[in-house]
């Protein structure tokens, strides 16, 4: 694997300045770039590790705290592992920032991460992937339908209410879509039941977009996340491998898979 560097980076926003997290391989050269879109229990260690193991496989990646309008991460108080059964008060925090972003603050927020990798020194020129996990994978959803041009992979895993009922649902969206598109579903998911996984599948399908879904067995909402009781260590390498392909493919096709 290629040795990494990360650091943390400030990016201005339309309503302020968001911090993140940015890590790349430490060759001097630039690379194709992701953003990733962290899960509700926002930027720390475990997703750094995440975009360090990505960043080892030859991409520049940049984690946003999505809810910098609260603050400064950690927002949230965690402990180093979340029994979210036993410590039900952490989701009574952070369910007021979830609700506070919005699709449009988060299309608005899309393309101030997408411009700032685009100038970014270690990043390449071309399409940028993205990748999102629970709520993130919402976020990438909407990145993807926001800004078609720049974005030509989108991923998502354990992701909730990706399809719902509601007149803003991410999967309406669908028909602005230009990436490819993959979805790893957890089979243990209240907050995705197998209708709106069908929903999903037929508006991409409808749109044209070139996408798959797979449902993960055995696998809770945050199955990739091991600081947390979901996590599922055959998941989230399953995870892994459909990631890295997608990237492969579609950041980089002339080169292979990694």
Not at 51 to 79: I, K, S, W
Not at 124 to 143: E, N, S
Not at 212 to 241: F, I, K, L, M
Request: charged letters at 25%; aromatic letters at 8%.
């Amino acid at each position: 694997m290629t040795s990494t560097r990360g650091t943390s980076v400030d990016l201005p926003t339309k309503d302020g300045t968001a911090d993140a997290y940015l890590t790349y391989p430490d060759d001097g050269s630039p690379h194709p770039a992701v953003l990733l879109y962290m899960d509700a229990f926002g930027l720390r260690p475990r997703l750094r590790q995440m975009a360090d193991r990505l960043a080892e496989n030859g991409y520049t990646v940049l984690v946003p705290n999505v809810f910098y309008r609260h603050g400064r991460a950690p927002l949230v108080e965690l402990p180093d592992f979340i029994d979210t059964s036993e410590r039900p008060e952490i989701f009574q925090q952070i369910v007021p920032l979830l609700r506070s972003l919005t699709p449009d603050l988060v299309e608005r927020d899309a393309d101030a991460y997408l411009r700032w990798l685009a100038d970014c020194p270690q990043a390449a020129d071309g399409p940028i992937g993205v990748t999102g996990y629970c709520m993130g994978a919402r976020l990438a959803l909407r990145t993807a339908g926001a800004c078609p041009e720049r974005v030509a992979a989108v991923a998502g895993f354990h992701g909730g209410q990706l399809a719902a009922d509601a007149p803003d649902s991410p999967h309406l969206v669908a028909d602005r879509i230009t990436a490819e598109v993959y979805f790893g579903h957890a089979d243990q998911d209240s907050s995705l039941p197998p209708e709106q996984i069908e929903r999903l599948d037929k508006a991409l399908t409808e749109a044209g977009v070139r996408h798959r879904s797979e449902v993960y067995p055995g696998a809770h909402h945050g199955y990739t996340q091991a600081d947390t009781s979901s996590y599922n260590a055959e998941a989230a390498e399953h995870h892994w491998r459909e990631l890295l392909a997608l990237l492969d493919r579609t950041l980089r096709p002339t080169q292979g898979a990694s």
